[in-house]
């Protein structure tokens, strides 16, 4: 389970940002991966060139799994969890680029700069039927991709094949699939953050009970279409975002709202909760999170590393909540 959103700023960033929902539990570093670096996919051992410098969530002894992330471009790419629709290929094939599901985020990051070049090369794109290595299971994902523009695609292996939809929202959650999910926009229309007036019936005032009364029918629950519907409330709702400060503080209080607490939701794997709430500014390559055990904001940016390294670089994300402190 996850949510995703994007924003743009007056002054023209874009943002992407998201939750990671998960049970199983992730333990994941901060990995920034530089130009010209091989990844090479569990499926054939293939060492395959890359372009681009990335930076995003992931293991450091699997460079070519991310969760999310975004590259040197300003091109960033999210994972979601899509059970029961994701759809992969049985076999190998030796004429395309053969991945498992989780290798998908780097190789896009790594070798791509605009949606177009995303959107061709996904026709070469084979996804495997494997589990990694990292996690032991076969994870059924698709994918939301965005750059310095501001125009979103979302990536979905169906059983027909990969489809790749123009996302005119710029949210995305889990399942069902994108077309589902915008068609379920229609039930909530009505919904907006407006103050209600007072009403008359035969000589009676009747007044809303508080303000946010137009929000009321506004789903509330952790289920992908409530997520859904909230993220696309609370992105179209928001004040006009500056710049990129007010863009991560909207990102971070919007996604909030789709957090789950441990506890809330169970499944045959355990306690599904959001492990840690990322975004991501295209345009300067600043990368924000935190996590669960921490609600400190961490930043850091790909442009302060060596993008020309000869190696991968990981850092240990903070699992200890830090308080800040009055001078």
Request: contains cysteine; glycine residues 6%.
């Amino acid at each position: 389970m996850c949510t995703s959103l994007t924003l743009t700023t007056s002054n023209q960033l874009n943002l992407l940002a998201r939750t990671m929902d998960f049970a199983n539990i992730l333990n994941p570093d901060l990995v920034f991966v530089p130009r010209n670096y091989p990844l090479v996919s569990q499926i054939d051992e293939m060492k395959r060139p890359a372009k681009y410098a990335v930076m995003g969530i992931g293991r450091k002894t699997e460079p070519s799994i991310l969760t999310d992330g975004l590259n040197e471009a300003g091109l960033a790419c999210a994972t979601l969890y899509f059970p029961d629709y994701a759809h992969y290929n049985d076999q190998i094939d030796a004429n395309k680029t053969n991945l498992t599901s989780l290798e998908v985020v780097a190789w896009i990051l790594s070798n791509f700069t605009t949606l177009d070049e995303v959107k061709s090369a996904v026709s070469q794109l084979n996804i495997v039927n494997s589990p990694t290595d990292i996690s032991g299971m076969i994870t059924p994902l698709h994918w939301i991709v965005t750059n310095k523009t501001g125009n979103v695609i979302v990536i979905e292996p169906m059983e027909n094949g990969i489809v790749i939809h123009d996302n005119p929202l710029g949210v995305m959650a889990n399942s069902p699939d994108l077309n589902w999910h915008l068609t379920n926009v229609r039930n909530y229309i009505g919904v907006n953050p407006q103050k209600l007036k007072p009403v008359k019936l035969n000589g009676v005032t009747f007044s809303p009970f508080g303000n946010g009364a137009r929000t009321f029918g506004l789903p509330g629950d952790y289920t992908p279409p409530s997520r859904f519907v909230r993220a696309v409330f609370g992105k179209e709702a928001i004040n006009v975002l500056e710049n990129e400060d007010e863009g991560v503080k909207a990102a971070f209080h919007i996604l909030s709202s789709v957090e789950i607490p441990k506890g809330s939701v169970f499944t045959d794997e355990g306690v599904d909760y959001t492990q840690y709430t990322a975004c991501m500014v295209c345009n300067t390559g600043s990368y924000y999170f935190k996590t669960y055990d921490n609600n400190q904001i961490i930043k850091t940016c790909i442009f302060d590393e060596d993008l020309d390294a000869s190696q991968p670089k990981a850092w240990t994300i903070p699992q200890i909540q830090h308080y800040g402190k009055l001078d």
